[in-house]
């Protein structure tokens, strides 16, 4: 079903995903990214086997489809041991029971994007995450040249700690990556060294200059706009 029937000021409510968003939730998931994903994950994720996510909807629309996916978060959790920044945070490796949630996918399907969806999403997972004592921070993936994104985590707090070369892989082309962390409940980040923060800079800028020299316009590269993972 297309959004037309978007309001002015939709009133957007956040849920659990559930069965029967299913076909849904496939369906936005192949009109915004340019990789296929596995029945078996969709499955997953709205029987909720290791995966937490939310939905979002539009309780305004005027079409009979008020409870119908317009966006979503899917995310997993992480030992903190067994984690890619397991060296960035702090916790104690002794008990091995501290977790990190990590997200998967973002997504919101074009008539409702620069509504605030996105951010509110990812902030329903840092409140999740916040509520349990053993959980360490909030990390994702993010393609390099995708500047709203990374501009989006940077305003709820994230911070980039790595840049990861060829990380994605699409249609044979390789990718590069920021990895981005919300640090929580007790979590401490080692400083930023201002080679770090100039290496930061420098990659984001260069990243941009590709960006406006290269629009995009085929389907696969408007899905990157929304892709995580």
Request: with cysteine; net charge neutral.
């Amino acid at each position: 079903m297309e959004d037309s029937g978007i309001s002015l000021r939709p009133s957007i409510y956040y849920r659990p995903i559930n069965f029967n968003d299913l076909d849904r939730l496939e369906q936005i998931h192949r009109d915004i990214f340019p990789i296929k994903y596995e029945s078996e994950f969709f499955e997953r994720v709205v029987n909720g086997v290791g995966i937490v996510s939310w939905a979002a909807v539009d309780r305004s629309r005027p079409d009979g489809y008020c409870d119908e996916l317009i966006g979503f978060v899917t995310a997993k959790f992480v030992l903190a041991k067994d984690s890619e920044i397991d060296d960035l945070i702090r916790y104690d490796s002794s008990k091995g029971e501290d977790t990190l949630i990590y997200i998967l996918t973002l997504g919101v399907v074009e008539t409702y994007r620069n509504h605030g969806i996105a951010m509110s999403l990812i902030n329903e997972v840092i409140k999740y995450a916040s509520g349990l004592s053993m959980c360490r921070g909030v990390y994702l993936h993010v393609i390099a040249h995708n500047n709203p994104a990374i501009r989006l985590y940077s305003r709820l707090m994230f911070r980039c700690v790595r840049r990861l070369n060829g990380f994605y892989l699409i249609k044979r082309q390789h990718f590069d990556a920021f990895l981005f962390v919300y640090f929580i409940n007790g979590s401490q980040s080692p400083p930023c060294s201002p080679l770090e923060v100039a290496m930061f800079v420098v990659n984001y800028m260069k990243s941009g200059i590709k960006s406006v020299a290269s629009k995009l316009t085929n389907k696969e590269e408007k899905g990157l706009k929304w892709l995580i993972c």
